[in-house]
C-alpha cells in the first residue's frame, strides 16, 4: 500500500509533460505483473492518473492480461484503466474491441458496469459497429430494474441507478434514427420508467435519462405520450430541481415534436417569475422552441417584457436573436 501512496503522490504533483511520469513505466509494469493482489490493485488504480498517450503502448499489454484475472477488483479495474488508454489514444486499444464485448458478459456486476462505460464511448466513435449489443443492452436492463443484482448495488432502494443511466445513454445512441434498433427497447424503456417513479431523487434521475433517450431514439408515440406525462408533473413540482429538470425534458421533447408544449404553454410562462436565474434562463430557451404561428404574438410579448427588464448583455443579445429569428419566421403580418 506504501506503493499507491507514491504512485497517488505522484499523480498529484507531476505535470502531465515531466520527465519522472516516463520512468514510473517500468514500475508499473512490474506491480502489474506481480503476484502480490494488493501491488497490482495499487499500480491500476495509479495508471489513469500517470499514463500520457505516449506511455499507453508500454502499459497496455500489462493491463490486457489483467482483463482475465481471476479477482473481479482487478478486472474492473483493468477495464477502467484500458477506458483511459482510449480517452488518452483511441487508435493504441481499438484492437481490444472483442475483448471488451466479452467483458460485458462479466459475472461480476461491477466489471460488466465499468465496461458498458467503455462501450458507450466506443460507440460514440462508431454506432454502427455496436448496433448488435442493443439486445445485450436490454437484457441487462431488465434484469437490474427486476433487481437481480446483488443488494450491494442498490442506491436508496434504487438496483444499480448508475449502471441504468449509462445503459439508457448508450440506447439512446444506437436507436437514433434507427427503427430496428429502437423497437426492442421500447417494453424495457416503459418498464424502467414505471419502476423508477418512486419520488426519490436519485428515481428522477433515472426518468429523466429516459425522457431524452425516448427523445433520441426511432420515435413511438405511445413512449413520448409516457415521457410527456413524467415531464408534466416536473414541471409542475414546487420543488425547483424537479421544476429544471422538466423544463430542461421538456425542451428535449418539443425539439422533434412540438405538439407536447402547448399544454404546458402557461405553466413554463409562470417559471419567468421564478428568482431562480438559471432556471429562467432554462425556460427562456424553452419558450423559443416553442413559438409557432399560433402562440408567437402571445410568448413574444412575454420575451419582450423580459428583455426590458434584463440587464446581462449577453442574456439580452440572446433574447433579440430569438424574438427577431421567431418574427421572421412566424409573424402573422408584415405591421406586426
Given at each position: 500500500?506504501?506503493?499507491?501512496h ?7 504533483v ?17 506491480d ?14 495509479a ?8 506511455m499507453v ?10 482483463l ?12 477502467m484503466c484500458v477506458?483511459r488508454?482510449?480517452?488518452l489514444?483511441?487508435e ?27 462501450l ?5 466513435v ?5 448496433k448488435?449489443?442493443v439486445?445485450?443492452?436490454v ?10 443484482l446483488?443488494?450491494e448495488?442498490d442506491?436508496?432502494?434504487?438496483p444499480?441507478?448508475?449502471i441504468?443511466l449509462?445503459?439508457l ?16 427497447m421500447?417494453?424495457?424503456l ?14 428522477y434521475?433515472?426518468?429523466?435519462e429516459?425522457?431524452?433517450t ?10 413520448l ?6 415531464i ?15 423544463i ?7 425539439k ?13 410562462i ?5 428568482p ?8 427562456l ?9 399560433v ?12 428583455l ?9 443579445k ?19
Amino acid at each position: 500500500m506504501h506503493m499507491c501512496h507514491r504512485y497517488l503522490a505522484a499523480a498529484l504533483v507531476l505535470s502531465p509533460q515531466h520527465d519522472f511520469r516516463f520512468m514510473l513505466v517500468n514500475q508499473l509494469q512490474r506491480d502489474m505483473a506481480s503476484g502480490n493482489q494488493l501491488e497490482v490493485w495499487a499500480a491500476l488504480t495509479a495508471l489513469p492518473k500517470l499514463v500520457t498517450a505516449d506511455m499507453v503502448p508500454a502499459v497496455l499489454g500489462e493491463v490486457v492480461k489483467l482483463l482475465a484475472h481471476k479477482a473481479e477488483n482487478l478486472r474492473k479495474k483493468a477495464i477502467m484503466c484500458v477506458h483511459r488508454c482510449h480517452q488518452l489514444s483511441p487508435e493504441s486499444v481499438s484492437h481490444l474491441v472483442p475483448m471488451v464485448r466479452r467483458a460485458l458478459c462479466d459475472r461480476d456486476p461491477a466489471v460488466m458496469g465499468a465496461t458498458v462505460c467503455l462501450l458507450h464511448d466506443f460507440a460514440l466513435v462508431q454506432p454502427q459497429k455496436f448496433k448488435d449489443l442493443v439486445p445485450s443492452f436490454v437484457s441487462i436492463l431488465k434484469q437490474i430494474t427486476e433487481h437481480r443484482l446483488p443488494r450491494e448495488f442498490d442506491y436508496h432502494r434504487m438496483p444499480a441507478p448508475w449502471i441504468q443511466l449509462r445503459l439508457l445513454r448508450v440506447l439512446a445512441l444506437l436507436g437514433h434514427g434507427d427503427q430496428s434498433a429502437s423497437e426492442g427497447m421500447y417494453e424495457i424503456l416503459i418498464d424502467v420508467m414505471r419502476r423508477a417513479d418512486t419520488g426519490i431523487n436519485v428515481g428522477y434521475a433515472v426518468l429523466y435519462e429516459c425522457v431524452r433517450t425516448i427523445t433520441h431514439i426511432y420515435p413511438n408515440p405511445t413512449l413520448l405520450d409516457a415521457a410527456a406525462a413524467a415531464i408534466a408533473r416536473f414541471v409542475k413540482s414546487e420543488n425547483h430541481n424537479l421544476k429544471y429538470l422538466g423544463i430542461t425534458g421538456l425542451a428535449e421533447i418539443v425539439k422533434d415534436h412540438p405538439k407536447y408544449a402547448a399544454e404546458h404553454q402557461l405553466v413554463v410562462i409562470e417559471c419567468l417569475e421564478d428568482p431562480d436565474e438559471t432556471l429562467k434562463r432554462k425556460t427562456l430557451n424553452l419558450l423559443y422552441r416553442m413559438i409557432n404561428p399560433v402562440n408567437v404574438e402571445f410568448i413574444v410579448a412575454k420575451l419582450l417584457a423580459f428583455l426590458e427588464a434584463a440587464s446581462d448583455d449577453h442574456l439580452k443579445k440572446e433574447l433579440v436573436s430569438n424574438i427577431t429569428t421567431s418574427a421572421e419566421r412566424f409573424a402573422p403580418s408584415n405591421a406586426w
